[in-house]
């Protein structure tokens, strides 16, 4: 995104021409930033040629999925919803890994008859799930053993996944009792050492960690793994206070493990591809006016973008036409929705809005969509993908009659 003329843009199209056209609230993706971002995470870890799995529990639009695919990237799924989206946008199966740590019967069974790549297992129960529909089909199912390295990400409490008190993988008593199950077992293959600690990592120590752990535990095991899944986690930089993630640091610790190990390295990355290339474009309704703030009145609300409502995640918030005029009292942007939670961020010294001007929050790639609800029967927003200057609809805009 620019500015042109003091009119943001995105690609070669302004935001106004969007607006008049789709109407607001609308999801706006860029095709070059996807791509750009595919590209530089490939070369950073050239090296070692890892298989990409994007997470699609961070966006799961079909089309935006069937664009990563062709560039040769497989799928992290986390449910059989997504499982089946990964397969209808063209997925190999042979590059699929099937995370979590509640799969049902019936989505064990389904991924064992779609032939993926891994059911990276989080309990021995599961294994032993696994084991027996993998008996009943006389079939012998790739499996992986998420660990719960106890590797502390230092992101928000409610994002992080590798320390002792979450709920993911199991420890490290529970992972060798699972790899002797494995060994006597007929129906399982057990292929994989899984590991994921956390989302919105903008620091390579805790990646450090991991992997010292990691490499404890296999030399403990003396079990021949041929794949070691790293899971994702890499953050962006949401605002100018945010540091990128050091790839090259965490390239040359990953490099450092292999020397010892000869394994293909697995990546689940979600935010990384893809949040930073949508931007959320709504509309101011109302501008309300208090003793010591405005609040700016947007028709995105919560429902539209649950991050900060959740997180109390901030996203950078533009004007779309720019001015020199600055507003003396406090912005506090905040949507329609009957909850004080429906807020997205507090901004003073904002430029002078008014009502109807048109507003961009940035960022919202990753789990802004994907996490999209109905509350208050509120329709979806549209999607679009902007490529150079043509704007292909990915998602319509919901209608009100469909839901009731």
Known sequence: ?????????????????????????????????LEENINNFKKNFKSFSPLICFAV????????????????????????????????????PNK??????????????????????????ESISEIKEINRIA??????????????????????????TGKKENKFGVNRKTFYEIIKYCKNSKNINLKCL???IGSQILNHRPYEKM????????????????????GGGMGIPYSEKNKKLNYKKYNKAILKFLKKRKVKIIFEPGRSIIGDTATLLTKVIYIKDSE????IILDAAM?????????????????????????????????????????????KKFQKLKEKDLVAICDVGAYGMSLSSNYNLRPKAVELLIKGSKINVIRKRQKHKNLI
Do not use: W
Not at 292 to 295: A, E, L, N
């Open 135 to 160: 008996k009943l089909k006389r079939k012998k199912v790739q499996v992986g053993i998420r660990l719960n390295p106890n590797t502390d990400a230092k992101t928000l409490s409610q994002i992080s």
């Open 1 to 33: 995104m620019k500015y042109i003329n003091k009119k943001l843009t995105i690609e070669n199209i302004g935001f106004q021409k969007i607006a008049n056209k789709f109407e607001t609230p609308c999801y706006c993706y860029s095709y070059s930033k």
């Open 57 to 92: 529990k961070s966006n799961t639009n079909v089309n935006l999925i069937r664009e990563i695919k062709k560039f040769g990237l497989g799928a992290d799924v986390v449910s059989i919803g997504e499982l089946m989206m990964a397969l209808k946008a063209g997925i190999n």
């Open 303 to 347: 429902n539209d973008l649950m991050r900060p409502a959740l997180y109390g995640a901030e996203h950078r918030t533009l004007p779309v036409n720019k001015s020199n005029k600055i507003s003396k009292k406090t912005y506090e942007f905040v949507g329609p929705i009957c909850e004080s939670t429906d807020k997205f961020i507090t901004l």
């Open 194 to 196: 899984s590991v994921h």
């Open 96 to 121: 699929i890994v099937f995370s979590g740590v509640g799969k049902t019967s019936s989505e064990i069974s389904f991924a064992i008859k779609k032939k993926i790549l891994l059911i990276n297992a």
């Open 211 to 230: 992997l010292n752990v990691v490499n404890e535990i296999i030399n403990k095991t003396n079990h021949e793994f041929e794949f070691i899944d790293l």
């Open 292 to 295: 010591r703030k405005k609040f």
